[in-house]
């Protein structure tokens, strides 16, 4: 009878805790992880007369006192690659529901190779935001090439002048990201930033710069050469290009990379550096078959252990921009995946805001270009609720 009752009462005490502790530890787990686009707004359309021909290449960053920044090219003329840009940027202080108009904080002028984006850092311990861009990355009507920095102190309101890194990098063709940089949180190189990108057509492959002193200077680390390298490339060749670095829980460095000339697969290039951004060896790339992709540069985010991926899923086509999610470090992928926009859609980028407060921990937000005849038309933000919208 006494027994009856403990047991009774043990029983009361267990449905308790499993209804006021253990649930929302589930969702921490990602067990529970149901993707929701909350809210969608364009930040740029081109196109209009007498204004801006293309806005393209997506950048999204949290500021350290939670700001958002996103930044784009600004195409003057035409839709190419190269020619003469600004660089764009909208800047939102409650978390991307209203944003302040366009500021062009960096002008080429009239280049006929002029800059491309670029990879924007934020600095945790100064509170500095480096963006870095190249300057005649494709050698066409200039020389030589040139890696710049441009840097925010004050939360991205103002820019400094631009920065010459290519006097202490070489003037090799650099093309940072496009997306952002990491500062190492978990040792090792705890502090140092890594910004990866990429080299020109024929010298093409992975390539990341590090910084150990807050970005005041910077040398080459890892390389990921395409074969052959330094030569010009056929259909299925080795190319490994536009590319995403994150930091996992275990202090390696994931880059998800673009294959450019589909060797191998249609498919993601995933290498992992386990020595803070110094190499990317050949042992650790595996080729991702889950991540079917059309050659195009792809978002990756690791927020609380679980690894997100956006790119247009589609093997032949930049369509169907699509959000998936690993919650085993990307060792395999859960089978139900989130479409963000049936048509058009091209490069994307993704960010989150890391504080304690348990209201961030179920947002990530992503940028992509989106359009409905061509992907290149918009650039448009999204906010996705991690668990439903609860
Ligand atoms: C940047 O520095 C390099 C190396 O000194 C130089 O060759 C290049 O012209 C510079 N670029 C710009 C835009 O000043
Ligand atoms: C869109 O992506 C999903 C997930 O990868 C895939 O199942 C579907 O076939 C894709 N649709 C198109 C039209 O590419």
Request: charged share 20%; proline share 5%; with cysteine.
């Amino acid at each position: 009878m006494l027994g009856a009752v403990i047991s009774r009462g043990l029983y009361s005490l267990i449905v308790i805790l499993l209804s006021v502790d253990l649930l929302p530890c589930l969702c921490a787990d990602g067990e529970q992880i149901n993707p929701l686009v909350l809210e969608e707004l364009l930040l740029w359309v081109g196109g209009g007369a007498g204004s801006v021909n293309t806005y393209r290449i997506p950048l999204l960053t949290f500021t350290r006192h939670g700001s958002l920044l996103a930044f784009s090219e600004a195409r003057k003329q035409s839709e190419v690659d190269i020619g003469a840009k600004f660089i764009a940027m909208r800047r939102s202080t409650d978390k991307g529901a209203t944003w302040a108009p366009t500021s062009f904080i960096v002008d080429d002028g009239s280049l006929a190779d002029g800059l491309n984006l670029g990879s924007v850092v934020i600095d945790e311990e100064t509170g500095s935001v480096l963006l870095i861009y190249s300057l005649c990355f494709h050698r066409y009507h200039c020389s030589p090439s040139s890696t710049m920095l441009v840097e925010s102190l004050d939360d991205g309101l103002s820019w400094s002048a631009p920065r010459n890194l290519s006097v202490m990098l070489g003037v090799k063709s650099f093309a940072p990201g496009p997306g952002f940089g990491i500062q190492k949180r978990i040792p090792p190189a705890v502090g140092r930033l890594v910004v990866c990108g990429h080299g020109s057509i024929a010298g093409d492959g992975v390539f990341c710069i590090l910084s150990d002193d807050h970005g005041l200077s910077w040398r080459y680390g890892a390389a990921l050469k395409s074969i052959p390298y330094n030569q010009p490339k056929q259909s299925l060749d080795f190319n490994p290009d536009e590319c995403q670095p994150v930091e996992m829980e275990d202090g390696s460095i994931v880059v998800n990379v673009r294959n450019n000339n589909n060797y191998h697969c249609r498919c993601r290039i995933v290498v992992r550096s386990l020595d803070g951004g110094e190499s990317l060896p050949v042992d650790e790339l595996v080729f991702d078959h889950t991540l079917v992709d059309p050659a195009v540069a792809a978002g990756a985010l690791q927020k609380e252990g679980i690894l997100f991926f956006t790119n247009p899923s589609n093997e032949q086509h930049r369509v169907n921009l699509t959000l998936r999610w690993s919650l085993t470090d990307g060792q395999s992928w859960e089978k139900k995946a989130v479409q963000i926009w049936a048509g058009p859609s091209g490069y994307s980028s993704m960010t989150s805001f890391r504080s304690d407060s348990p209201v961030d921990k179920k947002f990530i937000y992503v940028i992509y270009e989106k359009g409905h005849k061509d992907y290149d038309e918009s650039i448009s933000f999204v906010k996705v609720h991690l668990y439903g919208g609860r």
